[in-house]
């Protein structure tokens, strides 16, 4: 089977589906590779979430700045590129994550809906599979900072960076695989 441009057997898929699923609370849930289909849910999981469980950590400003900068076309493009997860729920999309070839975790997103059940570990454990890096990296907003530290990440520094006219913190992190 061919999902954007990537060969899967039945067989990885229902491994993939199977392994992540060990790792959750919710059995429910079913793990897969993205497809270009899934933009529109993952963008609005993405809204969500920030909004949501962001809040409090971050200004309505900084937040605005921050979901002002998800591009569709660019995102689907690397989502395809990359190795993507989506966690799909009831028909609807629960969480994704995608990571690059060099062990980075570039996105991670849970629906507030879903969130605290173990969803977002799931897709950090199979996205630190997905690479032959020894480690792994994430630049993790501050709301998200505990929970990669509960992963096992450290904190390689404190950064500030500058979107769409609002500066936002972030941690540079890390973890040994």
């Given at each position: 089977?061919?999902?954007?441009?990537k060969?899967f057997?039945k067989?990885?898929l229902?491994?993939?589906?199977?392994?992540?699923?060990?790792?959750?609370?919710?059995?429910?849930i079913?793990y897969?590779?993205?497809?270009?289909?899934?933009?529109?849910?993952?963008?609005?999981?993405?809204?969500?979430?920030?909004?949501?469980?962001?809040?409090?950590?971050?200004?309505?400003?900084?937040?605005?700045?921050?979901?002002?900068?998800?591009?569709k076309?660019?995102?689907?493009k690397?989502f395809?590129?990359?190795?993507?997860?989506?966690?799909?729920?009831?028909g609807?999309?629960?969480?994704?994550?995608?990571?690059e070839s060099n062990?980075?975790?570039?996105?991670?997103?849970?629906?507030?809906?879903?969130?605290?059940?173990?969803?977002?570990?799931?897709?950090v454990?199979?996205?630190?599979?997905?690479?032959?890096?020894?480690?792994?990296?994430?630049?993790?907003?501050?709301t998200?900072?505990?929970?990669?530290?509960?992963?096992?990440y450290?904190?390689?520094e404190?950064?500030?960076?500058f979107?769409?006219?609002?500066?936002?913190?972030?941690?540079?992190?890390?973890?040994?695989?």
């Amino acid at each position: 089977m061919t999902i954007s441009g990537k060969n899967f057997s039945k067989i990885s898929l229902k491994t993939m589906t199977t392994d992540i699923q060990a790792k959750t609370a919710n059995p429910d849930i079913v793990y897969r590779a993205y497809i270009p289909s899934d933009i529109e849910g993952i963008l609005q999981v993405f809204g969500q979430s920030v909004k949501s469980l962001c809040c409090n950590d971050y200004s309505s400003s900084q937040i605005k700045a921050w979901i002002s900068g998800a591009d569709k076309e660019r995102w689907n493009k690397e989502f395809i590129e990359r190795h993507t997860t989506v966690a799909v729920a009831d028909g609807r999309i629960a969480g994704f994550c995608d990571c690059e070839s060099n062990g980075h975790i570039d996105r991670l997103y849970v629906s507030p809906e879903f969130a605290f059940k173990g969803i977002g570990a799931a897709l950090v454990a199979d996205a630190e599979k997905s690479h032959d890096n020894p480690v792994s990296t994430v630049e993790a907003s501050l709301t998200a900072k505990p929970f990669f530290e509960k992963l096992g990440y450290t904190v390689i520094e404190k950064q500030s960076v500058f979107r769409r006219g609002e500066y936002l913190t972030n941690f540079r992190m890390k973890k040994a695989l």
